[in-house]
């Protein structure tokens, strides 16, 4: 199949998924579901550097975050005039994307889990830095109001909802275009073995760079429409741990090394999740989450190593052998 | 006569307070076909390298086809038209025998070619190279799936899949058998016959000597030899390095 191909199918299962949730016509099923699309830009985007050249990113929230107080910043520099969301993603897009390129450059000469500390540095830093910005809000946060009317759908939540299925069918086409192009062969390699990579004319450096910042780019832009999802942003929720925990457990658990794997641990895991949530059976405590989380992963670390696609591949390829 | 392919002079690298190589000469001619050899620990891969690049040479020059290789990363080295295949194979894991070639052909071949180049033809090549090598029926398997000759043998596919004027196959015959050190000499004497420039390190004599037309020593990071293997190998020195006193 090729890219334009998939990208047509992938948009209309997009306006499919719409049009049904606009059938229920329930404003908390947006609410969720693009919590749950959220996840899905952030896992696939953490898999174009994580799954697909091997560096483990522990900074998903800085990225997140960094989008998100874009917003916030933007906003109250042009007060009084209501900026359109798609401008601001943008805006958030480049300035991760950019700190997503100098990221890369300091650290990328750091290998495995040394590269993997100065990310979660990176978060650290970042988050200090936002907590004692004032003109954000700083440790207190920042209300974002809402305009009355959404363009487009009416309701500002269905409006939410539609940006970010949109944000989730292109940062999952551009994983796939990814994975079938050169550029994947050159990010396969770095995750093989580096110094062959080399050998074999593969510019290292500058696939990586591409990588981190199409990793962050994504991350910024799904950390942009933030600020009106929650509508109170204080470093504690923009920064909160589960979007780096989900957005590391995801792919491994859908699988890291296809497109389809961390669409699927996104949509299982953070549906899993909503309903966590609301489920009076645990009980409403948030950190039960991260528990399911946990122990999902510790479940596949040790049944499929390789998640749900890899250990379907595996199975596909012995019943072809066999 | 032309000017040397390879030129390295007076090249040198230290690990911290331990001098790996000093003041190594090396000239190799096109075409040439020269045996690297020294006991264990000598320098010789670290001399392959600062070759390629892998590592960064403390003092001295490499200079290949005319060019100063001063500050030109591994990959740009290999663009050049210096190829390797290395001591342990290192095979790209997750992809398959035929992808592992592509990957040359992707980002040395086609990337030297420009726009003029044919992307069809990528399948074709890599088709082809795994024919020379004998592998043809194995490229949609992944490397695990191979024996310990034929991974050496995917490692000079892919190496001469980046279409090089030097070859340094950095032992490639290591812990093979009797007749596979014959598959893989073979291999490389076609490649010679093609008129590809080869340095062999090895520590097998009977394949060295077989192969070189000069055999090069090196002894705790010093060349101590350089000529005939004949000469090489009666060379007092020498022979104290391998044998002691």
């Not at chain 1, 992938?10 to 949730?21: D, E, N």
């Not at chain 1, 999952?172 to 994947?184: D, M, P, Y």
Request: aromatic fraction near 8%; include cysteine; charged fraction near 15%.
């Amino acid at each position: 199949m090729n890219n334009r191909l998939f990208l047509v199918l992938a948009l209309a299962i997009a306006v499919a998924v719409f049009v049904i949730c606009r059938w229920f016509a329930i404003d908390y099923l947006f609410f969720a579901g693009y919590q749950i699309l959220l996840y899905v830009v952030l896992a696939t985007a953490w898999n174009i550097l994580g799954g697909y050249t091997g560096y483990v990113n522990f900074g998903t929230a800085a990225f997140f975050a960094m989008g998100a107080y874009s917003s916030v910043a933007l906003i109250k520099f042009f007060s009084g005039v209501a900026l359109p969301i798609p401008l601001l993603m943008v805006a958030g897009g480049l300035v991760s994307g950019f700190v997503g390129l100098g990221m890369g450059y300091l650290t990328l000469r750091l290998r495995g889990v040394f590269f993997s500390i100065a990310t979660l540095a990176l978060a650290v830093v970042v988050q200090t830095l936002i907590t004692n910005w004032d003109y954000v809000g700083g440790s207190r946060g920042a209300y974002t109001v809402r305009p009355m009317v959404a363009p487009i759908v009416g309701s500002y939540m269905q409006y939410l909802f539609l940006l970010m299925l949109s944000l989730a069918v292109a940062a999952i086409a551009t994983a796939r275009a990814i994975e079938h192009s050169e550029l994947g062969y050159g990010f396969a390699t770095i995750r093989d073995d580096e110094a062959a990579a080399e050998a074999s004319g593969v510019p290292t450096l500058r696939l990586k760079l591409i990588a981190t910042t199409l990793t962050g780019m994504f991350m910024g832009m799904a950390g942009a429409p933030y600020p009106y999802y929650v509508t109170y942003l204080d470093p504690a929720s923009g920064f909160n741990l589960a979007f780096a925990v989900n957005s590391i457990a995801m792919p491994l658990i859908g699988g890291t090394t296809t497109w389809a794997g961390p669409l699927i641990g996104a949509l299982l895991l953070g549906s899993v999740q909503q309903i966590a949530t609301v489920s009076t059976v645990l009980g409403t405590h948030p950190e039960v989450n991260l528990l399911i989380v946990g122990l999902l992963l510790i479940a596949f670390v040790v049944a499929a190593p390789n998640g749900i696609v890899g250990f379907f591949q595996a199975r596909l390829r012995q019943s072809r052998a066999a | 006569m032309n000017a040397p392919l390879l030129e390295v002079t007076d090249l040198g690298k230290r690990f911290g307070g331990f001098v790996a190589l000093e003041g190594i000469q090396l000239s190799v001619t096109s075409g040439e076909r020269v045996g690297l050899i020294g006991p264990n620990g000598s320098g010789k891969s670290t001399l392959v390298n600062c070759l390629c690049g892998t590592l960064r040479n403390d003092s001295g020059r490499v200079r290949f086809d005319g060019r100063d290789l001063k500050g030109l990363a591994a990959h740009q080295r290999t663009r050049l038209g210096m190829a390797r295949s290395f001591q342990l194979p290192r095979p790209f894991g997750s992809l398959s025998i035929a992808a592992n070639l592509r990957v040359p052909l992707l980002y040395t071949v086609k990337a030297r070619a420009g726009r003029g180049f044919d992307e069809s033809s990528i399948d074709a090549r890599a088709a082809d190279l795994l024919a020379m090598v004998g592998l043809a029926d194995k490229g949609r398997r992944l490397p695990r799936d191979l024996s310990q000759v034929e991974m050496r043998k995917l490692e000079l596919a892919r190496a001469m899949a980046a279409e090089p004027k030097l070859l340094i196959a950095d032992e490639a015959m290591a812990g093979l058998s009797h007749s596979e050190i014959d598959d893989i000499l073979a291999l490389l004497r076609r490649l010679s016959a093609e008129g590809i420039t080869i340095i062999l390190i090895e520590h097998i004599m009977r394949a060295v000597m077989s192969f070189s037309e000069r055999l090069v020593v090196l002894v705790a990071g010093r060349k101590i030899a350089d000529g005939p293997p004949d000469e090489v190998i009666r060379n007092p020195e020498v022979e104290k390095a391998y044998l002691g006193e």
